[in-house]
């Protein structure tokens, strides 16, 4: 009976002591990634892209372009271009990001680039005479887009004596399509310190 016991207190112990996981804020969970890797997180991806769409409001050059323009702009936007050292930076969801905060915004017209060639098909198909001729689109009247946005992401690290800074620089400019003119150019920086110990990190 004492041998069954002691198991069975082993066995609670065991996996009272196992694998945890709770939800946390995004505040909460950057502080917690900063404990874990000096690498570029979700968080970062947040707050670098809000920066960028405060500094697109902001800027004097894209201010009067709006104006002249009169109306919500029609932009297309390039996938971000990973220029760093790191091999998987998360170009992709940078791209996501803006283009949600962008959508939310509601002060843009997205040109759907991803889906233009299914549409394309879409079309095509409807003009094959396998739809009702009164209810297929036609091809001729999608939108063009008035500025193409693109963007990259690059890092500069700065390493001594087991400390290192990795400096991240993420890049916008965009380009009137028609007149091929640069409308506006910005960037945001973020920074990250990491510190290697005597026996790891």
């Given amino acids: 009976m004492k041998i069954l016991a002691i198991m069975l207190t082993l066995t609670t112990l065991v996996s009272c002591g196992g694998f945890k996981a709770k939800r946390i804020s995004g505040d909460q969970s950057d502080a917690a990634a900063m404990e874990i890797t000096d690498k570029w997180v979700a968080r970062d991806t947040e707050l670098s892209v809000s920066q960028i769409l405060d500094k697109m409001k902001e800027h004097r050059g894209f201010k009067r ?18 220029k760093t050292s790191e091999q998987y930076f998360p170009t992709n969801e940078i791209t996501d990001e803006f283009l949600t905060q962008l959508s939310e915004s509601g002060d843009y017209i997205l040109i759907d680039a991803a889906a233009r060639e299914r549409l394309l098909k879409e079309i095509q198909y409807q003009n094959d005479g396998m739809v009702d001729p009164r209810q297929a689109k036609t091809i ?50 973020i920074n990250k310190f990491s510190e290697k110990g005597s026996v790891g990190w």
């Fill in 140 to 189: 001729g009247k999608q939108s063009g887009a008035d500025i193409m946005i693109f963007g990259n992401v690059n890092m500069t690290p700065r390493q001594r004596d087991g400390k290192t800074l990795k400096e991240y620089s993420l890049n916008l400019r965009m380009t009137d399509i028609e007149k091929a003119e640069e409308v506006m150019r910005t960037r945001v920086r």
């Fill in 65 to 82: 372009y709006l104006l002249k323009l009169g109306r919500r702009p029609k932009v297309f936007v390039a996938d971000y271009a990973n």
